[in-house]
Every structure is written in structure tokens, then in C-alpha cells.
T-cell receptor, first 120, second 114 residues
């Protein structure tokens, strides 16, 4: 079956440091890949996505590139801020093959989440 | 504010009981998704409804059921509760039938089974 493995946290950084959170996946075919973020006291929200190999998703200074050869989708940010402190989830959804019945981008498989704390 | 509303925020009940969790999607969204987050299993997709119809199914137990009403709110019913059902239950919504990923989740309902 499908699975997602994230680097174990928590990750603690100083403001303006470089961030990498590793994510690798196991799936058949060509899944779509996502990063979700959960800020303290809130629900998850979609941070970025990539739907095919070599696609780069980006948002709010975060980037991740869909690497089919290494089955990875690592999250990076060049300079983190205190406001980036949150839990980050890597996720995949099955390939949308003709959008057949039962397929959905909402059918997500999540990693275990990585807690990021950024200190001033 | 994600626009996805879940009630109640907390629920404490005993084994063998039945509970109902409620979700109101963002205005204009037609799909509702349910997820379970537990220490053992992590965050798992349970089920999706689109415009009142079941659209996709994940690892949802037979003791659990859901429905979406004409006003598009959804309810997740959990019955014959076991200790292992203690978890945070999230709802998410999206505008279409799953061609786009859910953008926003509600804050969740924390269920404790004693």
C-alpha cells in the first residue's frame, strides 16, 4: 500500500536558519504529493503541492520538488521565521487516473508529522 | 479561520456508546472529508462526501458511518465505541468532487473514550 515517511522531529532552529524536512514515499504509479501545515490551535492547511515528477511546489517561501527517482518530496525554506513554528505533514494521494470513481485528491496518506520550533 | 466548523470541540464518553460529530464546510464547498488522527495510526482518511453522495472511502470501520445533508453539513457517527477510537477527528472541505485537494481543515473534535 501507500506510505509516507517523514524525518523525525522535533526540529528546533534559530530565526533565519535554513530548513529541510525530509519526506519519502512508497506508492504505485504516479501519486500527487503535498505538504500541509498545522499552526498551533488550528486545523491543517495546504501549504504546497506537486502533481507530477520534477514539479516544484512553492508557497510562502517554502519549496519542495517531486523527485520520482528518489521517491522524495523534501520541504525547504531558505530563512525561517518564528511564525513558521508549526507541525508539517507530508502527504500523497493516488494518481487521478481519468478521475475514475473512488479516486480523489482527498484520499490522502499522511506522514507522521514533524514539529518545527523556531526561536528568535 | 479556515471556514470549516466542527462541533463539539471535545467529547468524552464511555465504551459501547454512540456519538455524532458534526462538520459544516466552507461556504460554497460541496465536498466534505473526514480524517482520524490517533497516536497509533497517525492521520488517516476515513471518507468523502460530495453533494450528498459518498465519493471516496478509506480506512473507515464498519462501526462508523457518515452522511451529508442537503445543506451540505456532514455528520460522522461512531458506534459501539472502543478505547482505541479515542482520537482527534478532522473534517475538511473542498469546492469540487476531489479533483482538487482539500485546502483547509477544521480544528477537529477530540474524542475520549473511557
Amino acid at each position: 500500500g501507500n506510505s509516507v515517511t517523514q524525518m523525525e522531529g522535533p526540529v528546533t532552529l534559530s530565526e533565519e536558519a535554513f530548513l529541510t524536512i525530509n519526506c519519502t514515499y512508497t506508492a504505485t504509479g504516479y501519486p500527487s504529493l503535498f505538504w500541509y501545515v498545522q499552526y498551533p490551535g488550528e486545523g491543517l492547511q495546504l501549504l504546497l503541492k506537486a502533481t507530477k515528477a520534477d514539479d516544484k511546489g512553492s508557497n510562502k517561501g517554502f519549496e519542495a520538488t517531486y523527485r520520482k527517482e528518489t521517491t522524495s518530496f523534501h520541504l525547504e525554506k531558505g530563512s525561517v521565521q518564528v511564525s513558521d513554528s508549526a507541525v508539517y505533514f507530508c502527504a500523497l494521494s493516488p494518481p487521478m487516473v481519468g478521475h475514475a470513481g473512488g479516486t480523489s485528491y482527498g484520499k490522502l496518506t499522511f506522514g507522521q508529522g514533524t514539529i518545527l520550533t523556531v526561536h528568535p | 479561520d479556515s471556514g470549516v466548523t466542527q462541533t463539539p470541540k471535545h467529547l468524552i464518553t464511555a465504551t459501547g456508546q454512540r456519538v455524532t460529530l458534526r462538520c459544516s464546510p466552507r461556504s460554497g464547498d460541496l465536498s466534505v472529508y473526514w480524517y482520524q488522527q490517533s497516536l497509533d495510526q497517525g492521520l488517516q482518511f476515513l471518507i468523502q462526501y460530495y453533494n450528498g453522495e459518498e465519493r471516496a472511502k478509506g480506512n473507515i470501520l464498519e462501526r462508523f458511518s457518515a452522511q451529508q445533508f442537503p445543506d451540505l453539513h456532514s455528520e460522522l457517527n461512531l458506534s459501539s465505541l472502543e478505547l482505541g477510537d479515542s482520537a482527534l477527528y478532522f473534517c475538511a472541505s473542498s469546492v469540487d468532487d476531489g479533483r482538487s485537494p482539500p485546502l483547509h481543515f477544521g480544528n477537529g473534535t477530540r474524542l475520549t473514550v473511557t
